[in-house]
């Protein structure tokens, strides 16, 4: 891991501990990739509760509680999904906050209206609307899941450094 990621998982840490409050993730495009940059900080058992590696459809519908029918209508690369995979990922792991990412990280499988390197973010806070964003990255299959990965830790800082608790 970078040191520019291992930074910002020390500072999303502290950020966490400080206020006592948990992490969850949901993983499609990254298949555990944030999880992974999250572990590899010593403690991290302190704040972050696991990460469900949700790829296929029928994982995000399974384990997430994601009603197919959102699926269906808008495709498992969605505000909708990423929205839905959030808050499954909170009511899962019990957790204060959960992001989720859902994208299609290539080289195949983009179209015009969803082309490679779209990815939409889920947020979910306890208590709180759930809130979803989306990023286009460019590049190759991994600088679209690096891109992701660094892109979900900086959400998670501004949240974190936002947040009441």
Request: contains cysteine.
């Amino acid at each position: 891991m970078d040191n520019s990621k291992a930074d910002l998982v020390f500072l999303i840490k502290r950020a966490f501990d400080l206020k006592g409050l948990t992490l969850a993730l949901a993983e499609s495009c990254t298949g555990g990739l944030i999880g992974g940059a999250i572990t590899e900080i010593p403690g991290s058992s302190s704040f972050f509760l696991g990460t469900a590696g949700t790829y296929s459809n029928q994982a995000k519908i399974s384990v997430l509680s994601v009603p197919e029918s959102v699926i269906d209508r808008h495709g498992a690369v969605s505000r909708e999904c990423a929205e839905a995979m959030a808050k499954g990922a909170l009511e899962l792991f019990g957790a204060d906050m959960a992001l989720s990412v859902t994208g299609i990280a290539g080289p195949d499988g983009g179209s015009d209206e969803k082309p490679v390197g779209l990815v939409w973010f889920g947020l979910a806070v306890k208590d709180v609307e759930v809130k979803a964003f989306h990023h286009l990255f460019s590049g190759g299959r991994k600088d679209v899941r690096d891109g992701t990965v660094k892109k979900a830790l900086m959400s998670i800082f501004q949240e974190i450094s936002e947040s009441g608790g």
